[in-house]
């Protein structure tokens, strides 16, 4: 028994963390002798029980691994040989037999079979290896990776035959080497490309077939028959079956996976790295090595992406990215202490991965001129960057020793029940089981080991490009941001639920869209470098809005409409509170991001001085708009211009308003004001326009009437303009004087359906306004364009009494002097007077019941129509405007705020109902403005829950309130309030009225 190989052992293996079940581990073992036919097997199989140094191996295992006590136990034979021969035997002769089977040209089935059977030999002989340290952690991995290239290679040799005789192309030598000459690529990355898998690792490929090699009489299906084989191949390796699986395998790695087939030809992989290839791809491909199908052309095509890999020259940009890769995992210098519990070995602070990528970054930047550093295992990286001085040898040999016992102990982890985790356990006792796994007498000694090893390779990690310019970044907090590679990053989802994202799995997806350049905007190689440098602070910045996942969705659907993104992300860069408007925009005001996507311009604007001002009066807005409007070279840029400038400053208006620097109120004159200076501007324009044919009538003019929000001077951004054309011609004035003369008033309706074109008209630009002309006598049925003396007429024959409430609002935005004071004066008259007050009262009692039939609504925020709202108090001022201008002509004020100012000031109301109006008022045009500005679907919850929590707090700034909750009783009390005095002075007085029919 002195040449057996268990005898040898010296190595101190560990103790059972488990004893009970260790010792049912030995009772299977007995159970599963008697299942042995052969004496001699069972003699020697019932003897190592009895041995003190197989009966210790023996307890490492059962006490320790379900899963290799699974292994063990289903094939006794296989593990006595084990014992008596020695891992490096049996794994070689394990390899040759698989190659043996493989010759005999098997099915697909027996090729699946055999492959499993040899993965879970392999599993326990590579274990048994490692625990009883006679392998090191190198020959582990190596081990590992040789079961993976070549069940890889067998199987696609399979499928392969299977190909060549289905006619789906012609193999050079099908029958003893079908993978030579086939075209057919498969490059293993990551630790498979490394020869580094660790125990129960994925395997990452990337499949490539080359069609200048594969020979084919049916190209055009060539693809479809590449990616059914991908298709096979993924199921014999990764399909879970009675005898197991082989390798999980993941071709996650491949260019952009999201929105490619499987199987990718040459070309294609080649044109994707050549030209929207990341950086973080780059450091990728380090570890890319052919590892079955066609190696001599997975090497042809590795040379051919050398100059992308390797790039001789980094320019500062290409460096500044990859610094920001090494940034996106948020290493520190301390200031924090690892948890040993729940700590990842792999993805955690000072894992393997800070590891590796502290060997792959500069292996990008040095290895274009040092051809020595292009080395793919992470440990002979570090030495061949040592050598050509860019690491010390101290740093170098740390990392390596840190890096060995971590895999060390990621092994482990796996071992315990095959699954692919790198992860301590969270439970104490699951710890303590895996730290006597290890060697450890308890918990406490491995976490006296396990720790220094994690700050050491963290705080190496902190150091690399520590003094290479970052972005400025005011947030400095314990987390990772980590967008490259195919696997998604727990940590990274972990930290974004943090920051306060509900759906961090979308974060991940869409920021890895953009890398893979699905929008215009990423497409460039310099937008997405400066976008992975960017990356950290725009997370951080929708991150603190009230709502951060609208506002990245928002930002997400902005940068899909951009039509390129490297001037847009470098004005990021240089003004990093520029990032955070966006985000503010984006988070709290719905209507304004939907206005920034489609002008993505506007940013420019921002950064202009005076941009944080209020708007100035209609003279110097009017001045600004006539300079620009001087670049102008034809109409068409007239109308081009005119939007721009108004977008500008609508936008401007909004976020002001946004940001409380200016009240709704003054939003409110100011949006008027921009209306009113297009119009200044654009009429005379029109007019050009108009007499280059029709010329002009002399001695005449027409002026532009603005009615409701327009006429009191408090527009919102989703106003319309309520307008009424009125001329004035000599009554002996038979038309125009042009070259095609028109009568006086076809030609003013022909000015005013052209200069209602300039506003609606959308261009390129959008369009300024919707225009409402129903307002004119007789509405729709009426002339487009009145002449003064019809208008005068109208009004005090045939009008309605809603068109004289309108008319209240009335406000000459434009025309002569001459013509103005005639439509005032006119105005004037019409509105002061005397009235039938039965009359007067009943119909607008009535005229608000209809309204509200067509428009009632029981939610609150519908402010305008809800009863108590908006409506009810602008028909309360308008009534008492009609009912007291004969006698009190002070009281015609175009604003419903100054009526009621007014009607208390004269007596005309209460005081306290006055009050009680004008507070409601201005309550309700405080949320109208917000609501405007911010909301853009119908709200449909009374409560208000579907309003941005950004919104309800601007919400309860706003009006002085402590909660939300309390503005919400608080407008429901102002409602009533108004309610019960609009049925005071208007229903209950109406509903004495019986009009007579002259009345009627």
């Given at each position: 028994?002195?040449?057996?190989?268990?005898?040898?052992?010296?190595?101190?293996?560990?103790?059972?963390?488990?004893?009970?079940?260790?010792?049912?581990?030995?009772?299977?073992?007995?159970?599963?002798?008697?299942?042995?036919?052969?004496?001699?097997?069972?003699?020697?199989?019932?003897?190592?029980?009895?041995?003190?140094?197989?009966?210790?191996?023996?307890?490492?295992?059962?006490?320790?691994?379900?899963?290799?006590?699974?292994?063990?136990?289903?094939?006794?034979?296989?593990?006595?040989?084990?014992?008596?021969?020695?891992?490096?035997?049996?794994?070689?002769?394990?390899?040759?037999?698989?190659?043996?089977?493989?010759?005999?040209?098997?099915?697909?089935?027996?090729?699946?079979?055999?492959?499993?059977?040899?993965?879970?030999?392999?599993?326990?002989?590579?274990?048994?290896?490692?625990?009883?340290?006679?392998?090191?952690?190198?020959?582990?991995?190596?081990?590992?990776?040789?079961?993976?290239?070549?069940?890889?290679?067998?199987?696609?040799?399979?499928?392969?035959?299977?190909?060549?005789?289905?006619?789906?192309?012609?193999?050079?030598?099908?029958?003893?080497?079908?993978?030579?000459?086939?075209?057919?690529?498969?490059?293993?990355?990551?630790?498979?490309?490394?020869?580094?898998?660790?125990?129960?690792?994925?395997?990452?490929?990337?499949?490539?077939?080359?069609?200048?090699?594969?020979?084919?009489?049916?190209?055009?299906?060539?693809?479809?028959?590449?990616?059914?084989?991908?298709?096979?191949?993924?199921?014999?390796?990764?399909?879970?079956?009675?005898?197991?699986?082989?390798?999980?395998?993941?071709?996650?790695?491949?260019?952009?996976?999201?929105?490619?087939?499987?199987?990718?030809?040459?070309?294609?992989?080649?044109?994707?790295?050549?030209?929207?290839?990341?950086?973080?791809?780059?450091?990728?491909?380090?570890?890319?090595?052919?590892?079955?199908?066609?190696?001599?052309?997975?090497?042809?095509?590795?040379?051919?992406?050398?100059?992308?890999?390797?790039?001789?020259?980094?320019?500062?940009?290409?460096?500044?990215?990859?610094?920001?890769?090494?940034?996106?995992?948020?290493?520190?210098?301390?200031?924090?202490?690892?948890?040993?519990?729940?700590?990842?070995?792999?993805?955690?602070?000072?894992?393997?991965?800070?590891?590796?990528?502290?060997?792959?970054?500069?292996?990008?930047?040095?290895?274009?001129?040092?051809?020595?550093?292009?080395?793919?295992?992470?440990?002979?990286?570090?030495?061949?960057?040592?050598?050509?001085?860019?690491?010390?040898?101290?740093?170098?040999?740390?990392?390596?020793?840190?890096?060995?016992?971590?895999?060390?102990?990621?092994?482990?982890?796996?071992?315990?029940?095959?699954?692919?985790?790198?992860?301590?356990?969270?439970?104490?006792?699951?710890?303590?089981?895996?730290?006597?796994?290890?060697?450890?007498?308890?918990?406490?000694?491995?976490?006296?080991?396990?720790?220094?090893?994690?700050?050491?390779?963290?705080?190496?990690?902190?150091?690399?490009?520590?003094?290479?310019?970052?972005?400025?970044?005011?947030?400095?907090?314990?987390?990772?941001?980590?967008?490259?590679?195919?696997?998604?990053?727990?940590?990274?989802?972990?930290?974004?639920?943090?920051?306060?994202?509900?759906?961090?799995?979308?974060?991940?997806?869409?920021?890895?869209?953009?890398?893979?350049?699905?929008?215009?905007?990423?497409?460039?190689?310099?937008?997405?470098?400066?976008?992975?440098?960017?990356?950290?602070?725009?997370?951080?910045?929708?991150?603190?809005?009230?709502?951060?996942?609208?506002?990245?969705?928002?930002?997400?659907?902005?940068?899909?409409?951009?039509?390129?993104?490297?001037?847009?992300?470098?004005?990021?860069?240089?003004?990093?509170?520029?990032?955070?408007?966006?985000?503010?925009?984006?988070?709290?005001?719905?209507?304004?991001?939907?206005?920034?996507?489609?002008?993505?311009?506007?940013?420019?604007?921002?950064?202009?001085?005076?941009?944080?001002?209020?708007?100035?009066?209609?003279?110097?807005?009017?001045?600004?708009?006539?300079?620009?409007?001087?670049?102008?070279?034809?109409?068409?840029?007239?109308?081009?211009?005119?939007?721009?400038?108004?977008?500008?400053?609508?936008?401007?208006?909004?976020?002001?308003?946004?940001?409380?620097?200016?009240?709704?109120?003054?939003?409110?004159?100011?949006?008027?004001?921009?209306?009113?200076?297009?119009?200044?501007?654009?009429?005379?324009?029109?007019?050009?326009?108009?007499?280059?044919?029709?010329?002009?009538?002399?001695?005449?003019?027409?002026?532009?009437?603005?009615?409701?929000?327009?006429?009191?001077?408090?527009?919102?951004?989703?106003?319309?303009?309520?307008?009424?054309?009125?001329?004035?011609?000599?009554?002996?004035?038979?038309?125009?004087?042009?070259?095609?003369?028109?009568?006086?008033?076809?030609?003013?309706?022909?000015?005013?359906?052209?200069?209602?074109?300039?506003?609606?008209a959308p261009t390129g630009e959008g369009m300024l306004y919707e225009v409402d002309m129903r307002l004119r006598p007789s509405g729709n049925a009426g002339p487009i364009a009145s002449n003064l003396d019809a208008f005068i007429r109208y009004h005090n024959e045939s009008a309605w009494t809603w068109e004289h409430m309108a008319l209240t609002r009335a406000r000459v935005i434009c025309g002569g002097d001459a013509l103005t004071e005639k439509v005032q004066t006119a105005v004037q008259?019409?509105?002061?007077?005397?009235?039938?007050?039965?009359?007067?009262?009943?119909?607008?009692?009535?005229?608000?019941?209809?309204?509200?039939?067509?428009?009632?609504?029981?939610?609150?925020?519908?402010?305008?129509?809800?009863?108590?709202?908006?409506?009810?108090?602008?028909?309360?001022?308008?009534?008492?405007?009609?009912?007291?201008?004969?006698?009190?002509?002070?009281?015609?004020?175009?604003?419903?705020?100054?009526?009621?100012?007014?009607?208390?000031?004269?007596?005309?109301?209460?005081?306290?109902?006055?009050?009680?109006?004008?507070?409601?008022?201005?309550?309700?045009?405080?949320?109208?403005?917000?609501?405007?500005?911010?909301?853009?679907?119908?709200?449909?919850?009374?409560?208000?829950?579907?309003?941005?929590?950004?919104?309800?707090?601007?919400?309860?700034?706003?009006?002085?309130?402590?909660?939300?909750?309390?503005?919400?009783?608080?407008?429901?009390?102002?409602?009533?309030?108004?309610?019960?005095?609009?049925?005071?002075?208007?229903?209950?007085?109406?509903?004495?009225?019986?009009?007579?029919?002259?009345?009627?």
């Open positions: 028994m002195s040449s057996l190989w268990y005898q040898t052992v010296n190595a101190p293996l560990p103790k059972a963390s488990d004893p009970e079940k260790s010792d049912v581990g030995f009772l299977h073992w007995q159970e599963a002798i008697g299942r042995i036919d052969c004496i001699e097997q069972q003699a020697f199989a019932t003897s190592l029980v009895e041995d003190d140094a197989a009966r210790a191996i023996f307890q490492a295992l059962y006490g320790n691994s379900p899963f290799l006590s699974h292994c063990l136990n289903i094939d006794v034979p296989f593990f006595c040989d084990l014992l008596r021969y020695g891992p490096d035997h049996i794994f070689s002769q394990l390899l040759d037999g698989l190659k043996t089977f493989w010759e005999t040209h098997p099915s697909r089935p027996e090729m699946t079979k055999q492959l499993r059977i040899t993965k879970r030999k392999a599993a326990l002989t590579i274990a048994l290896a490692d625990i009883c340290q006679v392998w090191d952690v190198f020959q582990v991995t190596d081990a590992l990776t040789s079961v993976a290239e070549k069940s890889l290679d067998y199987a696609i040799g399979t499928l392969l035959r299977e190909g060549h005789d289905r006619g789906y192309f012609t193999l050079p030598d099908p029958e003893n080497n079908p993978q030579k000459g086939s075209g057919f690529i498969i490059l293993g990355m990551g630790k498979l490309g490394g020869r580094e898998l660790n125990y129960s690792s994925d395997i990452d490929i990337i499949v490539l077939y080359d069609t200048d090699i594969i020979q084919t009489e049916d190209k055009w299906d060539l693809q479809t028959h590449m990616v059914r084989i991908t298709k096979n191949l993924i199921k014999m390796m990764d399909e879970r079956t009675a005898d197991g699986y082989v390798f999980r395998t993941d071709l996650r790695l491949r260019p952009d996976p999201g929105s490619t087939p499987l199987a990718l030809s040459v070309m294609a992989a080649e044109t994707y790295y050549e030209s929207i290839g990341q950086n973080w791809e780059r450091a990728a491909m380090i570890k890319a090595r052919p590892v079955a199908g066609d190696i001599e052309a997975g090497y042809a095509f590795l040379e051919i992406l050398r100059p992308y890999m390797w790039r001789k020259y980094m320019d500062f940009a290409a460096i500044q990215d990859i610094h920001a890769i090494k940034r996106q995992i948020n290493a520190h210098k301390g200031g924090h202490s690892i948890a040993l519990n729940g700590h990842n070995v792999k993805l955690g602070h000072g894992g393997i991965r800070e590891i590796e990528f502290f060997a792959q970054t500069q292996q990008l930047i040095w290895g274009g001129r040092t051809p020595e550093v292009r080395i793919a295992p992470t440990c002979k990286a570090l030495q061949a960057l040592v050598d050509c001085e860019q690491v010390d040898q101290k740093v170098c040999d740390d990392l390596i020793e840190s890096y060995t016992y971590l895999r060390k102990v990621e092994h482990r982890i796996q071992m315990t029940n095959d699954e692919q985790t790198h992860s301590i356990p969270e439970d104490d006792g699951a710890v303590e089981r895996l730290a006597i796994f290890l060697g450890y007498e308890d918990k406490a000694s491995f976490k006296a080991e396990f720790i220094p090893h994690l700050e050491r390779v963290e705080t190496y990690y902190a150091q690399l490009f520590e003094d290479s310019a970052e972005l400025e970044d005011p947030i400095h907090e314990n987390g990772n941001l980590v967008f490259t590679g195919a696997d998604v990053d727990p940590d990274t989802i972990k930290y974004l639920s943090s920051l306060g994202y509900q759906d961090s799995a979308f974060v991940d997806q869409c920021v890895r869209g953009w890398h893979h350049a699905r929008y215009r905007a990423t497409r460039s190689r310099r937008s997405r470098e400066i976008l992975t440098e960017l990356m950290p602070v725009l997370i951080h910045a929708m991150a603190k809005t009230a709502d951060p996942d609208a506002a990245f969705r928002r930002f997400d659907e902005f940068l899909s409409k951009l039509p390129a993104g490297v001037q847009l992300f470098s004005m990021f860069q240089v003004n990093p509170q520029l990032l955070n408007l966006v985000a503010e925009v984006m988070g709290e005001a719905p209507r304004l991001a939907e206005h920034l996507a489609k002008h993505s311009g506007l940013l420019e604007y921002v950064l202009t001085p005076d941009f944080f001002k209020p708007l100035p009066e209609v003279k110097k807005l009017k001045r600004d708009l006539e300079k620009v409007l001087e670049q102008a070279r034809d109409f068409q840029d007239v109308l081009d211009i005119s939007r721009r400038w108004a977008n500008d400053r609508k936008f401007q208006v909004g976020v002001q308003t946004m940001r409380q620097i200016i009240s709704v109120k003054e939003s409110g004159t100011a949006q008027t004001n921009i209306a009113d200076t297009l119009i200044l501007s654009l009429l005379p324009r029109v007019q050009e326009e108009l007499a280059v044919k029709h010329g002009i009538i002399e001695g005449s003019d027409m002026c532009v009437v603005g009615l409701g929000k327009a006429g009191s001077q408090d527009m919102t951004p989703t106003s319309d303009l309520d307008l009424v054309f009125i001329y004035h011609a000599p009554e002996d004035c038979e038309g125009s004087n042009g070259e095609r003369p028109l009568g006086v008033a076809q030609y003013y309706a022909r000015l005013s359906q052209r200069f209602i074109n300039a506003l609606t008259n019409i509105l002061t007077k005397q009235r039938d007050n039965d009359k007067l009262v009943y119909d607008v009692s009535d005229m608000r019941r209809r309204m509200d039939k067509e428009h009632h609504t029981d939610i609150i925020w519908e402010i305008k129509q809800y009863r108590g709202g908006i409506v009810d108090i602008d028909f309360l001022a308008q009534y008492l405007q009609l009912k007291h201008a004969c006698d009190h002509p002070e009281i015609l004020c175009n604003n419903t705020v100054d009526v009621l100012y007014k009607a208390r000031e004269l007596g005309i109301l209460e005081e306290n109902v006055a009050n009680d109006l004008i507070s409601a008022i201005e309550l309700w045009n405080i949320i109208q403005g917000f609501l405007r500005l911010t909301v853009v679907a119908k709200l449909k919850q009374q409560d208000g829950t579907e309003l941005p929590h950004a919104l309800k707090e601007d919400l309860v700034q706003t009006t002085g309130e402590p909660t939300f909750d309390i503005l919400c009783e608080r407008m429901k009390n102002a409602a009533q309030q108004v309610l019960t005095h609009y049925q005071h002075l208007i229903d209950e007085p109406a509903s004495c009225v019986t009009l007579n029919e002259d009345q009627n």
